[in-house]
């Protein structure tokens, strides 16, 4: 029976090690992994910063692009209308009376 002990002893001893060496990793992954955790969580925010910006920059090009529009058919249908009002035969006359008008 002495010669068991004997055998156990350095069993448990051996066990006691590869414990101590699986506690020691698994804290080196925690470690890593928290790094992880916080170096995801800085990548996600300027990610989200990021799709802010660009959504405004879209958003801003395309009010520009949309003002853009609206001013030039703004434009086009001035000058359409300031066309039609010289082309009227109404106003060649009211040009003419006010002419005669003002000699």
Avoid at 16 to 43: C, F, H, K
Avoid at 45 to 60: A, N, T, Y
Avoid at 74 to 92: D, L, V
């Amino acid at each position: 029976m002495l010669v068991e002990g004997r055998a156990v002893a350095p069993m448990l001893g051996l066990l006691e090690e590869r414990e101590a060496t699986a506690r020691e990793r698994v804290e080196v992954l925690r470690e890593e992994a928290a790094r992880a955790a916080a170096a995801l969580e800085t990548g996600e925010i300027e990610l989200d910063r990021q799709v802010k910006v660009i959504g405004r920059e879209e958003l801003v090009g395309a009010l520009a692009a949309s003002a853009a529009e609206t001013t030039a058919t703004a434009a086009e249908a001035g000058e359409g209308a300031h066309s039609r009002r010289r082309a009227s035969p109404f106003a060649r006359a009211t040009d003419a009376e006010h002419s005669a008008h003002v000699d």
